[in-house]
T-cell receptor, first 114, second 118 residues
Framework: QKEVEQDPGPLSVPEGAIVSLNCTYS??????FMWYRQYSRKGPELLMY????GNKEDGRFTAQVDKSSKYISLFIRDSQPSDSATYLC??????????????FGKGTKLTVNP | DVKVTQSSRYLVKRTGEKVFLECVQD?????MFWYRQDPGLGLRLIYF???????EKGDIPEGYSVSREKKERFSLILESASTNQTSMYLC?????????????????FGSGTRLTVV
């Protein structure tokens, strides 16, 4: 079982739809939970991060973490064509040396059609 | 805003060549990372550095080495390039973590270097 599982899609929705993106994980040691957005031929950019279970909202985006179920979600309300990108979940964990690294899901490719 | 700059957007190298990928950040961050990104495999951590001259292996270090002689610069070295190292290489940096609700978690990525080994 992979540490982080993410449905690669692709996902295609009409403009204005609510989008739900999800990841599951198996490692209880994950600490921070993040969502990145990556446009074609660009590096990932951080959208949201959270530390604890619950919801965090930022404009049209809501990140949800359920540590008991090892499940995280990103909701996009009123989706726009400019939201078309690959969305990556990522989780931080301490290494054996005491440093921190990120483990990524494989990404979900989202297309929002005008 | 933090800027992470990768010196080349596209590179084509021959099998067996020694290849250097350079990454520079401008925010005095201690932590820097090298990932590769492949279709169907996602981002995988190659090496990272938590201070000058300090490094730690990631999940797929074989065939790679790194150098961090100055805080702002982190180099990825392919000792003898092979075709299976054809990939998108992404550098990232991270500063101190701010646990506050309005804090910035601080991982910033460069735009990537697409390396083709022929």
């Amino acid at each position: 079982q992979k540490e982080v599982e993410q449905d690669p899609g692709p996902l295609s929705v009409p403009e204005g739809a609510i989008v739900s993106l999800n990841c599951t994980y198996s490692n209880s040691a994950f600490q921070y939970f993040m969502w990145y957005r990556q446009y074609s031929r660009k590096g990932p950019e951080l959208l949201m991060y959270t530390y604890s279970s619950g919801n965090k909202e930022d404009g049209r985006f809501t990140a949800q973490v359920d540590k008991s179920s090892k499940y995280i979600s990103l909701f996009i309300r009123d989706s726009q064509p400019s939201d078309s990108a690959t969305y990556l979940c990522a989780m931080s964990v301490l290494t054996q040396g005491g440093s921190e690294k990120l483990v990524f899901g494989k990404g979900t490719k989202l297309t929002v059609n005008p | 805003d933090v800027k992470v700059t990768q010196s080349s957007r596209y590179l084509v190298k021959r099998t067996g060549e020694k290849v250097f990928l350079e990454c520079v950040q401008d925010m005095d961050h201690e932590n820097m990372f090298w990932y590769r990104q492949d279709p169907g495999l996602g981002l995988r951590l190659i090496y990272f550095s938590y201070d000058v001259k300090m490094k730690e292996k990631g999940d797929i270090p074989e065939g790679y080495s790194v150098s961090r002689e100055k805080k702002e610069r982190f180099s990825l070295i392919l000792e003898s390039a092979s075709t299976n190292q054809t990939s998108m290489y992404l550098c990232a940096s991270r500063g101190p973590r701010d646990r506050g609700s309005s804090g910035n978690y601080g991982y910033t990525f460069g735009s990537g270097t697409r390396l083709t080994v022929v």
